[in-house]
């Protein structure tokens, strides 16, 4: 359900992650807060030097009671904002200043600057859907699972910043050591036992670096796709890959896809669990959606 905004009711911060877009040049407080004085968008650009800094702010508003802020920054700005905002009457104004921005995709938001913050001008507001995991209390915007992704993310460690030679350095640990282990899915009450190097819950149809995992996902829809890579060989990693980069992975005899609202992972050994870019448990967990959860501005159609 979307509505109008009225201005007269709008907050007037933009939360900025200075660190933001590691990967590529974003704008200064400076100049965002000149472009948007240009547009008529009379909104304070303040600068945040780290995630509590992001954090704190976020919940200095929501004790306020304003109706309405925004963050300015990528994917992992974003899942920070929406765990704060999640299940408040505070919207969220998103403000695409990342690498892959895969939340502010799946929103349909525009990425160029100037038409990023005309929405805040003339957007409408709309409840979006978020993931959560149950036993962390933990929301996501993307994604949540096990496998792949979530032991590259234990390698790789708790980095503020993007670095490029420690990313290689897990993505190849993730090569040569990776292996099948013996999952137990309850999908919705359904159980199921795979031998997979993955499971993916995904939110959105993007997750990382853009990678299109769960192209038909739908952050309005009241469900969760669950993606499962089954036992690949080392050799198919790689043609795997590609497949899913070009979304051409339905098809392929290893992946499933299916839809639900609730999926609990067991498994006999522990295996670390991702929520979005972050490492926040072990298995055995519960992934559900939470409809709804999130209020968000997008451009009007």
């Known amino acids: 359900m979307s509505t109008p905004l009225a201005p007269s009711v709008v907050a007037n911060t933009i939360l900025l992650n200075d660190r933001a877009g590691a990967l590529h040049a974003t704008a200064s407080v400076e100049e965002m807060q000149a472009m948007a004085r240009d547009l008529g968008l009379d909104w304070q650009v303040v600068g945040t030097e780290s995630p509590e800094d992001m954090r704190q702010a976020l919940r200095r508003l929501v004790k306020a009671g304003v109706s309405c802020v925004a963050v300015a920054g990528g994917d992992g700005t974003v899942a920070l904002a929406a765990q704060e905002l999640a299940c408040t009457d505070t919207v969220l104004g998103i403000i695409p200043q990342g690498t892959a921005n895969n939340f502010a995709t799946a929103l349909r938001l525009p990425q160029d600057l100037p038409s990023a913050l005309r929405v805040l001008l003339d957007g409408q507001v709309q409840e979006v859907d978020l993931g959560k995991v149950k036993e962390h209390g933990r929301y996501f915007t993307e994604s949540a699972g096990v496998g792949l992704f979530a032991d590259a993310l234990t390698i790789y460690g708790a980095k503020a910043n993007k670095d490029l030679v420690r990313t290689f350095y897990s993505l190849l640990r993730i090569f040569f050591s990776a292996r099948a282990r013996r999952l137990r899915l309850i999908v919705d009450g359904e159980t199921h036992t795979e031998r997979a190097v993955m499971c993916e819950v995904a939110n959105t149809f993007r997750m990382a670096h ?14 969760l796709d669950v993606v499962v890579v089954g036992d690949l060989k ?5 043609s795997y890959y590609r497949a899913f980069r070009a979304q051409m992975h339905f098809n392929l005899p290893k992946v499933q896809i299916v839809q639900a609202k609730t999926v609990r992972i067991e498994t006999r050994h522990r295996l670390s669990v991702h929520c979005d870019d972050k490492v926040v448990g072990t298995t055995p967990v519960t992934i559900a959606v939470q409809p709804g959860a999130l209020k968000v501005l997008v451009d009007r159609l």
């Open 210 to 223: 853009a990678v299109p995992v769960a192209p038909g996902a739908k952050v309005t829809d009241g469900k």
């Open 234 to 238: 080392r050799g198919e990693l790689i």
